[in-house]
């Protein structure tokens, strides 16, 4: 049973207000976070997941962070020579380049990517922060409806 009213409305501004001071912080780019960035690139820009020159470009002046940067200009040159693996994770199929994973996270990055890119915003990639922060900040309101206070579903999440 949901519980409308002031102490629900209360925790979730307290809840949006400390996600939005998060969301400061640096996005760790770790882990598969050049197959994500460079379909998520993709997504938000062409509206496939199909992986082109210009995105692995276009991630490569997103990434100024030493590595990334060059794997990407990497990544861009392997496609363009039509090399069959053009990094681990990306394969070339009939019709393109995919990487390996599902591009469902990166589909639900794609659009805030595209308005932080298009706002100027200084890193775009920190959309997959925005779409992690709001995983949370509806799992909050989730846990403030089952456990019924704000002290509960904090402690909870």
């Known amino acids: 049973m949901r519980r409308a009213g002031p102490p629900r409305l209360a925790f979730a501004i307290q809840l949006a207000l400390i996600l939005l001071v998060l969301l400061v912080s640096k996005p760790d780019k770790a882990g598969d976070f050049f197959e994500y960035g460079v379909t998520t690139v993709a997504i938000a820009s062409h509206g ?14 997103l990434s100024p962070e030493s590595g990334y940067r060059e794997l990407f200009l990497s990544m861009r040159d392997k496609i363009a020579r039509g090399e069959q693996l053009p990094m ?28 932080l890119l298009e706002a100027g915003a200084a890193n ?32 909870a999440l």
């Open 48 to 61: 496939t997941p199909e992986v082109r020159v210009e995105d692995a470009a276009l991630a490569a002046a």
């Open 88 to 115: 681990p994770g990306l394969y070339r199929g009939k019709d393109g380049v995919y990487t390996i994973h599902f591009f469902d996270y990166s589909a639900l990055a794609a659009l805030p990517f595209r308005l």
């Open 124 to 155: 775009p990639f920190k959309a997959f922060q925005v779409v992690n922060f709001g995983a949370l900040w509806l799992l909050g309101l989730v846990m403030f409806d089952f456990f019924g206070s704000g002290r509960r579903a904090f402690a």
